[in-house]
């Protein structure tokens, strides 16, 4: 995964609370969880990934990773405190994007909003006619392709012993 890969996976976790802001000018408890993934992944960028200056091209393992619950700190409080600083700055600086991009595209973002809300769920072909073709064409198989192509696929016989 690239850098920008990354920002684009944290911006769109980030989306729920901007929304929030964007659209009813108040926020919720809802995103808690979206904040922990967002934290992880920026934690991540920084000591694992070399994505950051803090760590530089070292990569430190998390807690979780290699020692279990216990905590062990490979490096100095200046540094953790610089990761810290970077994190936190980079967290701001995509949640200002994406504020930015939900306000710039606020029409076409209440119009997924309306669809959503009366259908609950809505497919890549209801987001092509509200947002238009994508620049890119899409690389994971759909669900009904995965379907599709196991409806195709022969079933094997179940032979039974006696």
Do not use: H, W
């Not at 980079?90 to 669809?115: C, F, I, N, P």
């Amino acid at each position: 995964m690239s850098t920008e890969q990354l920002k684009d996976m944290m911006c769109m976790t980030l989306g729920g609370r901007a929304a929030e802001e964007v659209f009813f000018d108040t926020v919720t408890t809802g995103a808690a969880d979206d904040f922990r993934k967002v934290t992880q992944m920026a934690y991540q960028s920084v000591t694992q990934y070399g994505f950051g200056k803090a760590a530089g091209l070292l990569s430190f393992p998390t807690a979780d990773q290699d020692q279990g619950a216990q905590v062990v700190r490979p490096y100095s409080n200046a540094t953790a405190d610089a990761i810290d600083r970077e994190v936190r700055s980079t967290v701001d600086d995509l949640y200002t994007r994406t504020v930015q991009l939900l306000r710039s595209k606020k029409e076409q973002a209440a119009k997924v909003a309306e669809l959503l809300l009366r259908n609950e769920v809505i497919m890549y072909d209801d987001m092509v006619k509200i947002l238009g073709e994508r620049p890119f064409k899409p690389q994971d198989r759909t669900f009904e392709q995965i379907t599709k192509s196991a409806e195709k696929e022969p079933k094997a016989e179940v032979s039974q012993k006696s």
